[in-house]
């Protein structure tokens, strides 16, 4: 089993920034691909960004590309995505995602391809 406790949410405005944090436990870290979700009222769950268990590669939605980040810190056992010039159409619950055993070098893109789940964390953006 792996646990995962997200962070950092909040209400802000739009422009602003926010970082999730992603604290995993009961595996090694190093074993885990992760991907950040979310999901707005009345839409489907969308992927947001993923991270290789290497660190090494990462995938953006082409809706978050150059203001989201995703990276990870073995130290901590922790996933953060770094979220600048939010948007209102950013306000969504958003979900970290563990997957195991992951390939080095590959991120995994479908909700499907994970096992274990944060709880959430709300992000409201206000214009």
């Known amino acids: 089993q792996v646990q995962l406790v997200e962070s950092g949410g909040g209400l802000v405005q739009a422009g602003d920034s926010l970082r999730l944090s992603c604290a995993a436990s009961?595996?090694?870290?190093?074993?885990?691909?992760m991907g950040w979700f979310r999901q707005a009222p009345g839409k489907e769950r969308e992927s947001v960004a993923a991270?290789?268990?290497?660190?090494?590669?990462?995938y953006y939605a082409a809706s978050v590309k150059g203001r989201f980040t995703i990276s990870r810190d073995g130290a901590k056992n922790t996933v953060f995505l770094q979220m600048n010039m939010l948007k209102p159409e950013d306000t969504a619950v958003y979900y970290c995602?563990?997957?195991?055993?992951?390939?080095?070098?590959?991120?995994?893109?479908?909700?499907?391809?994970?096992?274990?789940w944060g709880q959430g964390t709300q992000v409201t953006v206000s214009s």
């Open positions: 009961g595996r090694a870290f190093s074993s885990l691909a």
């Open positions: 995602a563990a997957h195991t055993p992951a390939y080095t070098a590959t991120y995994y893109l479908e909700a499907d391809d994970y096992e274990f």
């Open positions: 991270i290789s268990k290497s660190g090494g590669r990462t």
